[in-house]
């Protein structure tokens, strides 16, 4: 596993998550959603930016939701990153002291522009080296390239980290950045069945394209890093915009030497 997820940047696990933690994932969104279950402190819960506008009506509230930041504050979602087969991928690509941060309920609604352009997820960490920092993608749909499934470019984490901003697209999504200069031309569609797993590196550049069916198209996602990393931020609580990923680190497994959960 290791040797392929070093050599292409990613790597998928086919029916990782059991069906009945995807059904629990998918009850506890809708309800935080629609307001029965109020969102854990510094939770973060983004409307798509068509529907924040009035654009774009959702058929309910839940569907015009893109995002949820920060989601391992909440006691059922947070079940994903402390998932022990989850966990045992992680420790044998990075090692066995780990941090959880960056964690996402990731929806992409129909009817509007949900895509992610192309980018490197290291822009947002402050730890190195770059190797030691994995993503992990779980699709809680069927997900498809008529929904907008997960696109990667083989190999580019080999590359260097290139400039990002936001696109030149009518509707910015907040903090959907990408990559300027990229060639999409190889780029790989990962069709996923519910609880199949991406395995990525910090560095390969990835997005996803539009929802083009009546369905939501949902995931889940956190990064994890090896807790013996430098912070190359020196420990400022650097910010993009409210998001800053400090706020969500957790010791989901091993031993934290640096003390970087104590400090967040
Ligand atoms: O779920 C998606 O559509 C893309 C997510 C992604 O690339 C990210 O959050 O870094």
Known sequence: MKDEYFEKGYIVRRGL??????????????????????????????????IAKGLVTPKTTAHGISKMNFIQADPVLRQFSNYGPL???????????????NSMYLNKPPHVD???????????????????????WTALDRTTRENGCLVMIPESHKGEIHPHDYPDWEHKNHLFIGVKDVDPSGRVHLEMEPGDTAFFHSKIIHGSG?????????????HFANSRCEDVWAGHHHKLDKYSPRDDYRLVRGEDPNDYVAIR
């Open 87 to 101: 966990l045992d991928q992680v420790t044998e690509l990075i090692g066995p002291d780990l941090i959880s941060m």
């Open 210 to 222: 539009f929802n083009r069916t009546e369905g939501m198209r949902r995931a889940i996602a956190v």
């Open 17 to 50: 998550i059991p069906a009945h933690l995807i059904t629990e994932l998918n009850q506890r969104f809708v309800d935080v959603a629609e307001g029965h279950v109020a969102p854990a402190e510094n939770m973060q819960v983004v409307r798509n930016v068509e």
């Open 114 to 136: 949900g895509r992610h352009p192309l980018h490197q997820d290291l822009i947002y960490f402050p730890f190195r080296p770059a190797d030691q920092i994995v993503g992990v």
